[in-house]
């Protein structure tokens, strides 16, 4: 089954506190991206890449970090979390045409 | 001001309606355009996409795109209670992978 996988679900984690959330996909899509989603703003691109070892900024990159070391894997790195990233966070992957994104389950993640 | 203008709504229908959601943009560089339906606590799934102008037909589900007017819709007809989601358009520029995304639409089908 066509798969994005991330990890954790669910997340409560302090301000300060350098902490990841893993992103794998099964379909050897060349291109992965991570999304955050906030009320009233809809989803928005943190990072983006397009193939392993190419990264690049999206719309709202700031405070976030990414790695494209294998194909499947695309982790993003927070590493010193504030409050104002307390989002609903999506991974999301495609074949190469942006036209069609599968998304993960996505990860609720809140700063304190 | 957004490049993507979406009515969050509510919108609550009874079983059977027609459904019309509805999207406006400012800029005219988009090109690729579609429709994600997001269910409570899950990822966006793609439901339909259509490229500038026109219509696209699927089953139930009927897009819209007037670029004259910077306005795209989505139609469903014989709403179903299964149909109760988020409807988020999205859009594209040619030559650009990121898709810019409306705030999204809470449409709740009531049996």
């Known amino acids: 089954e066509a798969q994005v996988t991330q990890n954790p679900r669910y997340l409560i984690t302090v301000t300060g506190k350098k902490l990841t959330v893993t992103c794998s996909q099964n379909?050897?899509?060349?291109?992965m991206s991570w999304y955050r989603q906030d009320p009233g703003l809809g989803l928005r691109q943190i990072y983006y890449?397009?193939?392993?070892?190419?990264?690049d900024k999206g719309d709202v990159p700031e405070g976030y970090k990414v790695s494209r070391k294998e194909k499947r894997n695309f982790p993003l790195i927070l590493e010193s979390p504030s409050p104002n990233q307390t989002s609903l966070y999506f991974c999301?992957?495609?074949?190469?045409?942006?036209?069609?994104?599968?998304f993960g389950e996505g990860s609720w993640l809140t700063v304190v | 001001q957004k490049e993507v203008e979406q009515d969050p709504g509510p919108l609550s229908v009874p079983e059977g309606a027609i459904v019309s959601l509805n999207c406006t943009y400012s800029?005219?560089?988009?090109?690729?355009f579609m429709w994600y339906r997001q269910y409570s606590r899950k990822g966006p799934e793609l439901l339909m996409y259509?490229?500038?102008?026109g219509n696209k037909e699927d089953g139930r589900f009927t897009a819209q795109v007037d670029k004259s007017s910077k306005y795209i819709s989505l139609f469903i007809r014989d709403s179903q209670p299964s149909d109760s989601a988020t409807y988020l358009c999205?859009?594209?520029?040619?030559?650009?992978?990121?898709?810019?995304f409306g705030s999204g639409t809470r449409l709740q089908v009531q049996p």
């Open positions: 379909m050897n899509h060349e291109y």
């Open positions: 890449s397009m193939n392993v070892e190419v990264t």
């Open positions: 999301a992957s495609s074949p190469g045409t942006e036209n069609t994104i599968y």
């Open positions: 999205a859009m594209k520029r040619t030559g650009r992978r990121a898709l810019t």
């Open positions: 259509t490229y500038s102008s």
């Open positions: 800029n005219s560089a988009f090109q690729y």
